[in-house]
C-alpha cells in the first residue's frame, strides 16, 4: 500500500482548502454577476425591449440570479408575446396547456402554438402537431397533426423529425414510406434523438430496406446508449451476442466517431 508522509498530506489538504476557496469565490462571483445581469435585462425589459422581456422571464422561470416566479415570468411573456414575439406565445401557451402559474386552458394553449407556428415556429408546429394527434385542448385530427409533424420537421425540429420519420415508418394516415422514414430518423439522431437511434438499429437488424447489418444497427444502439437511452442499452445487449470482438471494436469506434462529428456527448 501506498503511503504518504505527513508533510505530503499537509499540503494535499491545504490544497483541497484552496480548491474549496476557489470554488466557492467562483460562485459567489457567478452568483454576483447574474444579479447584476438580472438587473439590466429588467431595465431594458421595462424600456420595451422585447428579447429582454423574453430573457429576463425566462431567468424569472428558472431562479437565474433571483427566486423563481414564474408568475411574472408569464406577465413578461405575455408583453413580449402581444407583440407578436413568437417564443413568448409558445412559453405563455406551454403554461396554458400545463397550468404552470395559471389557471390551465388546453384551447388557450393551442390558439397560441398555432399563432406562433404559423408565424414559423418549428416548435410550436410541433406542439400543435400532438395536440391534434392527441385531442389536447383541440378535437382529435390526424390530417392535421399530419400537415403539422411534416412542416415542423421540414422547419428543423429534431423531435419532429423523428416523429415525422415515425408516421411514415408506420404509415399513420398515409401509405408506409420506409425509405423516407429512415431518412427523417437519420436526421432527427443526428440531433441527438435517442429514439430516432433505436428505429435506425431496428431498421437494419430487421433489414428493412436492405440486407440485415447487424453491425450497423449496433453502431446505433451504441449511441442511444451513449445518450442514456434505456432501451438502446438493453438492444447492444442483444445485438452483442451476435458480434465477434473485432466487430464490436470497429462499431464502437465508428459510433464514437458520429458523435464526434454531430458534436454529441
Known sequence: MKSYSWLQ?????????????????????RSG????????????????????????ADRLA???????DIRAALEWWARAALTGHAGAMVRVADSLMEGEGVEADPAKAVALWRRAAEAGHAG??????????????????LAEARIWWKRAAEA????????????????????????DARMWYERAAQHGVAAAMNALARFHAEGRGGPPDRREAYVWCL????????VGRRNCEVLAGALSALE????????????????LP
Open 9 to 29: 498530506v499537509g499540503f494535499a489538504g491545504a490544497r483541497g482548502v484552496c480548491a474549496g476557496a476557489a470554488v466557492l469565490a467562483a460562485i459567489a462571483s
Open 33 to 56: 454577476a447574474d444579479e447584476i445581469e438580472l438587473t439590466i435585462l429588467r431595465d431594458a425589459a421595462e424600456r420595451g425591449d422585447v428579447g429582454a422581456q423574453v430573457e429576463y
Open 62 to 68: 428558472t431562479a437565474r440570479g433571483t427566486a423563481r
Open 124 to 141: 410550436a408546429m410541433a406542439r400543435l402537431a400532438r395536440a391534434y394527434e392527441r385531442g389536447q385542448g383541440v378535437a382529435t385530427n
Open 156 to 179: 428543423g425540429d429534431p423531435a419532429a423529425q423523428y416523429e415525422w420519420g415515425r408516421w411514415l415508418d408506420e404509415g399513420i394516415g398515409l401509405p408506409a414510406a420506409p425509405a
Open 223 to 230: 449511441l442511444a446508449a451513449r445518450a442514456g437511452d434505456e
Open 248 to 263: 464490436r471494436f470497429h462499431a464502437s469506434r465508428e459510433a464514437a466517431a458520429r458523435a464526434r462529428a454531430w458534436g
